[in-house]
């Protein structure tokens, strides 16, 4: 595992969570799990007026690229090299650069560690969104990808919603 290194994957604008997706999709019907590790597509949260409203709105950091994680062999480098949408790894000729730890550290991508103070069968207030307000029980939490359940009661059925980390608080 400690064998897998960052690299920076080339692909046409616009492309880039159609790659990602695509690479992901590849990594599973083959089980290539073992070497081809995560796929990124960096972004980030800005704040756009338009119309006189502000968004939060969530932006490419680096259009045209994807970050892979993996071990670089001839079925990894042949597998993302042949996924349409692809045009290269970054590097000289036909060799990919693994990204140094810096440059990972950097570019944002890697490992963050998430630590959330509540766990599934807790009790959570929804603090943002349509449901704010609302208590509910966790039923999933996936703190890599920023998401959780939660059970909700409402008009007397149990709704399970989908919400983000920052939407929830835990009750004391």
Known sequence: MSDAKWYVVHTYSGYEN????SIE???ENRKLSDLIQ???VPTETVVEVKDNKKREVERKIYPGYVMVKMIMTDDSWYVVRNIRGVTGFVGPGSRPVPLT??????????TREVVVNFKV???VKVSDGYLEGFIGTVETLEPEKDLLTVSVSMMGK???VELGLAQVEALD
Do not use: P
């Open 38 to 40: 995560e796929v990124q």
């Open 18 to 21: 159609k790659v990602a997706g």
């Open 101 to 110: 730890e810096q440059e990972v550290a950097r570019l944002g991508v890697g």
């Open 121 to 123: 069968g807790d009790s």
């Open 25 to 27: 999709k590849a990594v």
């Open 158 to 160: 149990d709704v399970t």
